[in-house]
């Protein structure tokens, strides 16, 4: 009898475990250019349960959360990896004139930080912040703030840059050399590799991104300023591809705050391009560019 009330017990308890783990809210990372601070937020309630400052002028276009739980950003000065109780990691700083723009978790754990730059570089660093790879590239734009946002690292082993000044995304080795470039609409922000191979492009004031065939220099698909219904694109920043063929999009909207007032600032779409989810309003959370999703 004690045998079979111990097991219901157990059996209960699991049940009420397993079924907070199923319900539990996904937390989202958020960052954005002219905002003072990073965050992170209840999806369900949109709260903010957690936030870091920044400084006036740390202008943060990129965020991550590492397997640990670790907190990742850029900060236009540098990058920072630090705790969820705000104690330092590492702190990798950007040369004066520089303005540091990526830092992303690689699938091997370490990380990619990118800055522009005369020359642009890229780095790759250890769990420690030790630079184990860098590479320099000059792209030829002269006004560093022009350059580019995020940089990401393909299969073969290239970074993929998204050059805003010349509407183009551009695959560099490693060496620092120029193996292809292909033209692309807007002020491009972001690239993402998809599951068919393809590359998701965020092509901000052109108020749309594109599905792009990389290798045969082809745009496939185009979402529009007007095509999400109920959510007119601003600068489109950064995409983040989530499980079931849906995604988030950084609606930012800093070139044109007019058309603020009520329009989404944070955006998820399903599979079928759909609306399912969205963030409006500025107190809050300010201007959206970056978001990593997590649980």
């Known amino acids: 009898m004690m045998n079979r009330i111990y097991m219901l017990t157990v059996l209960a308890a699991l049940s009420v475990l397993f079924f907070s783990f199923k319900n539990k809210s996904p937390k989202l990372l958020i960052g954005g250019s002219g905002w003072n601070k990073i965050a992170i937020l209840d999806k369900e309630t949109k709260k903010i349960e957690w936030e870091y400052p920044l400084e006036k002028g740390w202008e943060c276009n990129s965020v991550a959360v590492t397997k640990q739980g670790d907190v990742l950003f850029s900060y236009s000065k540098g990058a ?12 990798v700083t950007a ?4 303005e540091m723009q990526t830092a992303k978790v690689l699938p091997n754990g370490n990380y990619l930080l990118a800055w522009c730059g005369r020359p642009a570089t ?3 660093v250890d769990k420690k912040g030790k630079i184990i790879r860098k590479t320099e590239y000059e792209t030829g734009v002269e006004q560093v703030h022009a350059q580019f946002r995020q940089v990401s690292k393909n299969k073969k082993g290239n970074y993929l840059i998204p050059v805003f000044a010349t509407s183009d995304v551009r ?16 002020n491009p922000f972001s690239t993402v590799t998809l599951r068919n191979g393809n590359l998701l492009v965020a092509c901000g004031d052109a108020h749309q991104y594109i599905e792009l065939d ?9 979402v529009e300023e007007k095509q999400i219904e109920g959510a007119p694109l601003s600068f ?5 591809p989530v499980d079931g063929g849906g995604l988030f999009i950084c609606n930012w909207q800093g070139h ?27 107190q809050e959370t300010g201007m959206i560019s970056a978001i990593y999703p997590f649980n």
């Open 80 to 91: 920072k990896l630090i705790t969820r109780d705000k104690k330092e990691i590492w702190n």
């Open 95 to 98: 040369p004066e004139g520089a």
């Open 236 to 240: 489109v920043a950064e995409l983040f």
């Open 171 to 186: 695959e560099v080795s490693p060496q620092g050399k120029l193996i292809k470039t292909v033209k692309v609409p807007g």
């Open 214 to 222: 990389f290798e045969k220099e082809k745009i496939v698909r185009v």
């Open 122 to 124: 890229i780095l790759e």
């Open 256 to 282: 044109n705050r007019e058309q603020a007032e009520g329009t989404p600032k944070l955006i998820e779409v399903d599979k079928n391009g759909k609306m399912i989810w969205s963030l409006t309003g500025y």
